[in-house]
């Protein structure tokens, strides 16, 4: 009870200390994810990671399907003899290593394709937010997911997107 009552009174004294310096703050909020991907920049990335990598997406999801039928297979072999489900074991974890080595090729190609796209982006937002910051008076920009509520007047992600556009 003690431990509560302690937690309570500390969190008490930091909204009373931090609220009041809010109040004399401007304060905006953006939300990063939403302004990249609405970009024209972000959308071309976003369309040339895509086209770059969608095929192997593809050939890999069709491979993973092939790989639960063949463990469905192994499942339901009560009629094969011994030597044949082993041979099917040893096919489906053949198969399941190739898969995952794939899998784990792709999604790192397909990470530093995306950090190679869009580090510039951000890069460019970030000296877009700052500008924007300092033109307009800002205190604090935080970014939305950090934010559980906030009200729709203090988002200035619309306009982060005009600026990164221009």
Do not use: W
Request: aromatic share 6%.
């Amino acid at each position: 009870m003690r431990k509560l009552t302690v937690a309570l009174l500390t969190a008490f004294f930091m909204v009373a200390t931090v609220v009041p310096c809010m109040a004399q703050s401007k304060v905006g909020i953006i939300n990063l994810d939403d302004a990249l991907m609405k970009t024209r920049l972000g959308k071309s990335a976003m369309s040339q990671l895509k086209s770059k990598f969608q095929s192997r997406e593809t050939s890999l999801s069709t491979q993973e399907n092939n790989l639960k039928t063949l463990r469905a297979e192994l499942s339901k072999s009560g009629i094969l003899s011994d030597k044949a489900k082993r041979e099917k074991a040893t096919q489906f974890e053949s198969q399941l290593q190739q898969f995952m080595n794939a899998r784990n090729a792709f999604q790192q190609e397909f990470q530093a394709e995306q950090k190679r796209l869009l580090d510039p982006i951000v890069a460019k937002m970030q000296k877009a937010v700052d500008d924007y910051a300092r033109q307009k008076g800002f205190d604090l920009i935080l970014e939305s997911r950090s934010v559980p509520y906030y009200k729709s007047s203090l988002d200035i992600t619309d306009e982060i997107i005009k600026i990164v556009d221009k």
